[in-house]
């Protein structure tokens, strides 16, 4: 199933994505959460109702007519890795990159969740700003200690993510976190795509373009460290909780990378795809104003 996170009508609340409509689950199974992460608690019970739904010819709404949101709107955690394919770790030798012996991680902070089709800000504390097309893995299970052929059984499944970056901001510390976590810095979905029709994470195409021009292209296949090696490690040292967001690392082709260097400007439009699973696009738009806050 293709679960989806989507404002219409004044509310925002879940569906199942199924050609050009959108099965309303709080029309169709009134008794289910409207909330994904309450709806992934819930288990393979809801997923059970949902399915049914869906069969049933539930309560649809054409796309067009919906806003489509992140997936998971605040995930309680967005855990990245970073010099995660060999080509780029490859292209980021210069920096003395090297192979890692242990995946790099890095968190971005959940207010970068941002929906797979509203542009993101070219923030004006940089003009840095770079794309990371990425494959990304949503916990489904809490979990703890999960040995790596057991990982398979806390995903509730995968989505598409852009690990926007403001290069500058990411370079002037160690942990990369402060340059990863702007504000509308991490698009993603279109969905969460189940397990069971998104089959091995580890056989898929990954491609970004950027205006049109293909940048990144690369396949799933060349992970250094898999998705499921990713889970075992991560749920060593802390609990992974149902809605947390594993965003597995980029390939080769960022626009730092380049010689020169391209960064991201006003209009430009990345697009994100996976085989099998979506495509993300996101133009580039000057941050507003009324982002300056203050209580």
Not at 135 to 153: F, N, S, T
Not at 243 to 268: H, N, Q, R
Not at 269 to 293: F, H
């Amino acid at each position: 199933m293709k679960l989806v996170t989507f404002s219409h009508d004044g509310s925002t609340r879940i569906g199942v994505a199924e050609g050009d409509e959108v099965v309303d689950l709080a029309a169709s199974a009134p008794e289910l959460p409207t909330e994904m992460v309450a709806f992934l608690r819930a288990g393979e019970s809801a997923l059970e109702a949902a399915r049914a739904a869906v069969a049933a010819g539930g309560a649809r709404l054409p796309r067009v007519q919906v806003h489509l949101e992140s997936p998971i709107l605040r995930p309680p955690k967005i855990l990245a890795i970073g010099v995660n394919y060999g080509d780029h770790i490859e292209e980021a030798k210069e920096g003395g990159m090297k192979i890692p012996e242990y995946p790099v991680l890095f968190n971005k902070q959940s207010t970068s969740a941002h929906p797979p089709f509203d542009p993101f800000h070219l923030p004006r504390a940089s003009s840095a700003l770079d794309y990371e097309g990425e494959l990304a893995v949503v916990i489904g299970k809490p979990c703890r200690h999960v040995p790596r052929d057991r990982a398979h059984e806390v995903i509730a499944g995968y989505t598409v993510a852009n690990d926007v970056t403001v290069r500058d901001w990411q370079l002037r510390t160690p942990t990369f976190t402060i340059g990863k976590s702007f504000d509308t810095h991490c698009p993603m979905g279109p969905w969460i795509l189940t397990p069971d029709e998104f089959g091995d994470p580890h056989t898929h195409d990954l491609k970004t373009w950027v205006n049109g021009e293909l940048r990144q292209s690369s396949n799933t296949k060349h992970l250094v460290f898999d998705c499921f090696h990713l889970i075992e490690h991560l749920s060593t040292a802390f609990t992974l909780e149902v809605g947390d967001v594993i965003s597995t690392g980029t390939p080769g082709g960022v626009g730092i990378a380049m010689k020169p260097p391209s960064f991201l400007v006003e209009g430009d439009v990345v697009r994100v795809a996976i085989e099998g699973l979506g495509e993300i696009e996101n133009s580039v738009v000057a941050e507003p104003g009324d982002t300056v806050r203050i209580g």
